[in-house]
């Protein structure tokens, strides 16, 4: 694997209670009772505007969604990083990437700048060659621009490139891509991982990165 392409959220950063505070903000904005935290992670994985949405439920009007989103973007740009963390084992594993010479990018559904802005504020951003979001194309994932687009920057071939995600929208994305892709169980919908099933998966990134490495004759 030459190309390594990683979701954000409950792939590399665990930005579960940002974003259930930032939606809960959002819904004291628009005069809603707020919602279990637990809640509020099942909707994530499919950009903001998506989650604005399922948490506002379907008797909110356009004009009351577009109102909440612009809200819940200008919170969460304010308070993206007061609990977020890189999950254990994940900046070791982007290091051990790094050193064997691997080309690294984030392709996630959340928007492109507060994207950038977190794995920066983390200490990653230097790791990846690029991070793209969900507004960087006129799709999201599960459509494959992304990742044809990070393969085209870098010239790889579909055989060693992989997406890294933690839902069934990651393996999608790497299905309809037609390239390898590798399930983490610690992220916030597991369950969904079984169908599609991935090709890899694991418990901890560390294992990605001794699977990868030993694959090219390296398992240091």
Known sequence: MDLLIFDLDGTL???RLDLANA????RTHMGMP??????VYSYVGNGAPLLIRRALGVQATEAEVQEALEYFLEYYREHDLDYTT???GVKEALDRFRSAGKHMAVLTNKPVRVSRAIVEGLGVGGHFFQVYGGNSFEFKKPNPIGIEALRKEVGAAREVSMMVGDSSVDIQTARNAGIRCCGVTYG??????ADPAPDLLVDRMEELADWVLAKNGDSK
């Open 13 to 15: 950063i665990d930005s």
């Open 23 to 26: 939606v809960n903000a959002t």
């Open 34 to 39: 707020t919602l279990d935290n637990q809640r």
């Open 86 to 88: 890189l999950y254990p």
């Open 188 to 193: 916030f919908q597991p369950e969904t991982l």
